[in-house]
T-cell receptor, first 113, second 115 residues
Framework: GESVGLHLPTLSVQEGDNSIINCAYSNSASDYFIWYKQESGKGPQFIIDIRSNMDKRQGQRVTVLLNKTVKHLSLQIAATQPGDSAVYFCAEDLYNQGGKLIFGQGTELSVKP | NAGVMQNPRHLVRRRGQEARLRCSPVKGHSHVYWYRQLPEEGLKFMVYLQKENIIDESGMPKERFSAEFPKEGPSILRIQQVVRGDSAAYFC?????????????FGQGTRLTVV
């Protein structure tokens, strides 16, 4: 089975609120994690990444948190906007193999105006 | 400043026909990855190629599927004798080197429908 999975398949938030998307992984050897955003009919778009030697990384309006103790990853989006509506995937680079990523099933984020 | 270009965007094939999916990487990128996405699922790794070499094909079905990345021209994913279960979106990504996966860009995908 997949080593990366998501807790919730859908998430609906109000515009302006913060969003939190969760991801669980099962392999403690995973070294590198990426969050992708995929809009309908498009390819995945890189959002932010984090290595296993870090607990937190911030980007523009996004923060990724990594809890290695419970093998949990989360993506926080501040002040969610309608343009954030998409499916979000976490991906795992198992054994630091570079392009061979293991993707989770995805969470669909819906932003209500 | 073109990104990864995939064509065709949509492809319809009858069962038993061949499907050819093309991927032109970002200029200067010599590493190409193919992924398959079934409806409502995440992407599944298929194959990783470097110019003229297959580096990792552990995600490729053993039969009917093949991939190449010639010295000149795009990378090609070829599916022979397609079946209904091959219907999916096929994405290609490219990166400047193996470790720069964070710099990998995905194309818009080819949506294959087998009727």
């Amino acid at each position: 089975g997949e080593s990366v999975g998501l807790h919730l398949p859908t998430l609906s938030v109000q515009e302006g609120d913060n969003s939190i998307i969760n991801c669980a992984y099962s392999n403690s050897a995973s070294d590198y994690f990426i969050w992708y955003k995929q809009e309908s009919g498009k390819g995945p778009q890189f959002i932010i990444d984090i290595r296993s030697n870090m607990d937190k990384r911030q980007g523009q309006r996004v923060t990724v948190l990594l809890n290695k103790t419970v093998k949990h990853l989360s993506l926080q989006i501040a002040a969610t906007q309608p343009g954030d509506s998409a499916v979000y995937f976490c991906a795992e680079d198992l054994y630091n193999q570079g392009g061979k990523l293991i993707f989770g099933q995805g969470t669909e984020l819906s932003v209500k105006p | 400043n073109a990104g990864v270009m995939q064509n065709p965007r949509h492809l319809v094939r009858r069962r038993g026909q061949e499907a050819r999916l093309r991927c032109s990487p970002v200029k200067g990128h010599s590493h190409v990855y193919w992924y398959r996405q079934l409806p409502e699922e995440g992407l599944k790794f298929m194959v990783y190629l470097q110019k003229e070499n297959i580096i990792d094909e552990s995600g490729m079905p053993k039969e009917r599927f093949s991939a190449e990345f010639p010295k000149e021209g795009p990378s090609i994913l070829r599916i022979q004798q397609v079946v209904r279960g091959d219907s999916a979106a096929y994405f290609c990504a490219s990166s400047p080197d193996r470790k720069s996966i964070s710099e990998a860009f995905f194309g818009q995908g080819t949506r294959l429908t087998v009727v």
